[in-house]
């Protein structure tokens, strides 16, 4: 199934070829998990703090049994500081 990938900040290092600006369209396996598309692109899970599918929060304890379906954006964000 295909969904929509966005990567932000330093996490678009992990983007792979053919991804334009933060994004990238995915193949991925019916149901995938955040989890399991982070894997399959290399993103470590300690690197990816905000995690949004389809403009919703995934909690923490979602993100290892949260299916995705064919059209799913998930958006995903470093931990980020400042002042």
């Known amino acids: 199934m295909k969904i929509q990938l966005k990567l932000f900040a330093t996490l678009s290092a ?9 994004a990238v369209e995915l193949d991925v396996p019916d149901g995938a998990t955040p989890h399991q ?20 929060f995934v909690l923490p304890h979602q993100r290892n049994s949260l299916g995705l379906a064919e059209g799913d954006t998930l958006a995903l964000w470093p931990p980020v500081a400042g002042g």
Do not use: F, T
């Open 14 to 22: 992990y983007l792979p070829p053919g991804a334009r600006q933060n």
């Open 37 to 56: 598309v982070m894997d399959l692109c290399g993103v470590p899970r300690d690197q990816a703090h905000l995690i949004v599918l389809n403009g919703v």
